[in-house]
């Protein structure tokens, strides 16, 4: 069972609507926790970066949330554009033999329609 | 500079060639890692280097073989590779291992052929 669980799989929204993704994360403890944005065929690219004491973060249009006693974290997208339309995937760096080893959720795509 | 940079942006190989995937970052970081992704899933941790060291090997298979020759380089050397190892090969960097955000590059488009 994935560490990372990320939902939907897939979103399909209008330009302009504000939409929400979400990561569930099983293990602790964790070091910080990660929203990157992935074009298709193209590296990850950063949106924010939490730890565990911090409770929201904000990237011009994107805000993330991290509740650490639920172990859940969703990434608010406002008012959104073409441009949106990418893979959005949650990263949480675990304890694991000793070292922090970043581990991967596997993305929400979302679809901007205009 | 907060690029990580990789060259060759794609790459098509036959099963006996030997190539190379370069990596270069020039932030001070002193953690680089391989993943590599296929289509539509995460991308998954190859190799970790902690301050040119090889730090972490997921049991990968040897026909991948890293190296490290400088704080600022990593490469990725291919020999024999199976057409399933087609992929997008991605490679990070962080100020140390693990517990700090990763910068990743564009990645190198590979086809096995």
């Known amino acids: 069972k994935n560490q990372v669980e990320q939902s939907p799989q897939s979103l399909i929204i209008l330009e302009g609507k504000n939409c929400t993704l979400q990561?569930?994360?099983?293990?602790?403890?964790?070091?910080?926790l990660r929203w990157y944005k992935q074009d298709t065929g193209r590296g990850p690219v950063s949106l924010t970066i939490?730890?565990?004491?911090?409770n929201t973060k904000s990237n011009g249009r994107y805000t993330a949330t991290l509740d650490a006693d639920t172990k859940q974290s969703s990434l608010h997208i406002t008012a959104s554009q073409l441009s949106d339309s990418a893979s959005y995937i949650c990263?949480?760096?675990?304890?694991?033999?000793?070292?922090?080893?970043?581990?991967f959720g596997r993305g929400t795509s979302l679809i901007v329609h205009p | 500079d907060t690029e990580v940079t990789q060259t060759p942006k794609h790459l098509v190989m036959g099963m006996t060639n030997k190539k190379s995937l370069k990596c270069e970052q020039h932030?001070?970081?002193?953690?680089m890692y391989w993943y590599k992704q296929k289509a539509k899933k995460p991308p998954e941790l190859m190799f970790v280097?902690?301050?040119?060291?090889?730090?972490i090997n997921e049991s990968v298979p040897s026909r991948f073989s890293p190296e490290c020759p400088n704080s600022s380089l990593l490469n990725l050397h291919l020999h024999a590779l199976q057409p399933e190892d087609s992929a997008l090969y991605l490679c990070?960097?962080?100020?140390?291992?693990?517990?700090?955000?990763?910068?990743f590059g564009q990645g190198t488009r590979l086809t096995v052929v």
């Open positions: 990070a960097s962080s100020p140390k291992e693990g517990n700090t955000e990763a910068f």
């Open positions: 990561c569930n994360y099983t293990v602790s403890p964790f070091s910080n």
């Open positions: 939490m730890t565990f004491s911090e």
């Open positions: 990263v949480v760096s675990l304890l694991s033999g000793g070292s922090y080893i970043p581990t």
């Open positions: 932030m001070g970081h002193r953690a």
């Open positions: 280097y902690s301050y040119e060291k090889l730090s």
